[in-house]
């Protein structure tokens, strides 16, 4: 059973802009199965509740009852279910404890305004519970309750402290069982038969964990709150991680951070406890979509992460200093060939020559043209691409999103336009009729067209990094166990026709 706990009324809060009708109405949207309304210090009469379910038509098995909220002496403001008389202001918890024992007290919104309570407050045996989930707490205040409750395991509810009609039953609780009074709704909060309503995936992977969140219900217009929970248990993951979380900061702060183009907008950054917090996005990766999509659409998302690039590279951002990324390449093309050399692959060879051309030609650029390095993304490719919409219903709020920044440097712009093409034609090798539909120069021909600067020698520029990225690709095929196949023979053949190809045009 899905009940909205917290909401005010502008019949009996001042607070309020929302009427009892109206908020019925919305939460009944939301797919909820009734709401408490608690209204500060004010009890609805049960001949109201009556009238109130009359005028909004609300059928008879949506539940509408009413709490309160109460400003107390000693714990802030506290939800009280089951008190069977308007508690005055400034009363402490213990005499409400006392008075109405039968009742059930849950803290209201206890994170508000960046609080970080503790355990004896969390776990404070007078209290039946804590509101985790509030729209009067921020997406990091929320995701401090969630960890919270995962880690003192107290009796948690969700409240939308809704005062306006646009968010009602944004942040519904669970029950597990039917309530059709208050006796039994106390009663199923004192014994903890309920928890926030909320979709949780949890994903292990080398020293860390992440945990996607998603709060509420669909609705109308599908608007849930997500959010990325990443714990690292290793300081050298933790490090890597934390760059990568700087730079998206940075490129959000750049016209990143909403509309059309973006990035997944940072909540927070927790250095003693190695967590990171971002905003979860709705929608699927670029492969996805191209695998499910008509022609046109599929175009269309294609276009679209051309434009992304390049309104990317026009910002001609250096956030990370070029020598960092001339180290770490340096080690990432040797890695790349003792995967083989491990095994004692017979194409060993090939590998090595083609890995040493790449990196002598990427340093020769890299030294005699510095002014030509911007802030890329490193790894861009149909799986670290979204494509949303932020409405279902309204195709205007589409959006393309890049994600996974732990590998952007000061890079030539060609690079992330060379690693897209071969990543292309490599994740998209099992659907043929995609790519004769979709060349390449859909992609290229678009990204030339947005980009304002590009080198005279670009092209040839992009054939030596689609060279890399196909060494790359190959690496990680022997990395998985499948060095043995066909296609990392046509990978080092597609390297090497790209390193021809760029060794000819110079």
Not at 108 to 133: C, M, Q, S, W
Request: include cysteine; charged fraction near 25%; glycine fraction near 6%.
């Amino acid at each position: 059973m899905l009940l909205e706990m917290h909401c005010h009324t502008a019949e009996h809060s001042s607070c309020s802009n929302v009427s009892a009708e109206d908020l019925l109405r919305q939460t009944y949207r939301k797919g909820l199965q009734g709401v408490v309304i608690t209204d500060h210090h004010f009890l609805w009469p049960e001949s109201e509740l009556k009238v109130l379910r009359r005028k909004a038509q609300m059928a008879d098995y949506f539940l509408i009852l009413s709490g309160q909220e109460v400003s107390t002496a000693d714990m802030g403001d506290l939800l009280v279910y089951g008190a069977d008389e308007v508690i005055p202001r400034g009363t402490p918890v213990a005499t409400i404890r006392t008075k109405w024992p039968q009742a059930a007290l849950v803290l209201a919104h206890p994170y508000r305004h960046g609080k970080k309570p503790g355990p004896e407050t969390l776990l404070n045996p007078l209290l039946d519970g804590v509101e985790i989930f509030s729209s009067n707490h921020s997406v990091a205040e929320n995701t401090r309750g969630l960890r919270d409750w995962h880690r003192y395991r107290f009796n948690a509810i969700a409240g939308t402290d809704t005062h306006g009609a646009t968010y009602a039953g944004v942040y519904p609780t669970l029950f597990d069982h039917p309530a059709e009074t208050m006796t039994d709704l106390a009663e199923e909060l004192k014994k903890g038969r309920c928890r926030p309503f909320f979709k949780e995936i949890p994903r292990a992977g080398s020293n860390v964990r992440v945990d996607e969140i998603t709060i509420g219900t669909k609705g109308d217009d599908e608007a849930r709150e997500r959010i990325i929970i990443r714990k690292f248990d290793a300081g050298e993951k933790w490090q890597s991680a934390e760059r990568a979380f700087y730079i998206m900061e940075e490129i959000a702060r750049h016209g990143f951070d909403r509309g059309m183009y973006r990035v997944p907008r940072t909540i927070e950054h927790d250095n003693e406890e190695m967590v990171l917090i971002e905003q979860g996005l709705r929608g699927n990766s670029l492969f996805e979509k191209l695998i499910r999509s008509g022609i046109e659409d599929a175009k269309l998302f294609v276009q679209l992460s051309a434009q992304w690039l390049a309104r990317l590279h026009n910002q001609r951002l250096t956030i990370s200093p070029p020598e960092e990324f001339i180290e770490i390449e340096q080690k990432r093309l040797v890695r790349y060939v003792e995967r083989f050399e491990k095994i004692q692959h017979p194409h060993t060879r090939r590998a090595r020559e083609t890995m040493e051309a790449v990196r002598k030609a990427e340093m020769s650029l890299y030294e005699s043209h510095p002014e030509q390095l911007v802030q890329g993304h490193g790894d861009y490719h149909l799986k670290n691409i979204y494509v949303g919409q932020d409405n279902m219903n309204r195709r205007e709020t589409l959006y393309i999103a890049a994600i996974d920044f732990s590998s952007s440097f000061s890079l030539p712009p060609a690079f992330d336009v060379g690693t897209f093409l071969a990543q292309f034609s490599n994740q998209l090798l099992d659907y043929p009729d995609i790519l004769q539909e979709i060349p390449e120069d859909v992609f290229l021909d678009t990204y030339l067209s947005a980009a304002t600067q590009t080198s005279k020698d670009f092209l040839n520029q992009v054939e030596l990094f689609r060279a890399r990225t196909d060494l790359s690709i190959a690496s990680f095929l022997i990395k998985v166990g499948l060095g043995d196949g066909e296609n990392l023979w046509r990978v080092l053949v597609e390297a090497e026709k790209a390193l021809a190809q760029f060794e000819s045009a110079r």
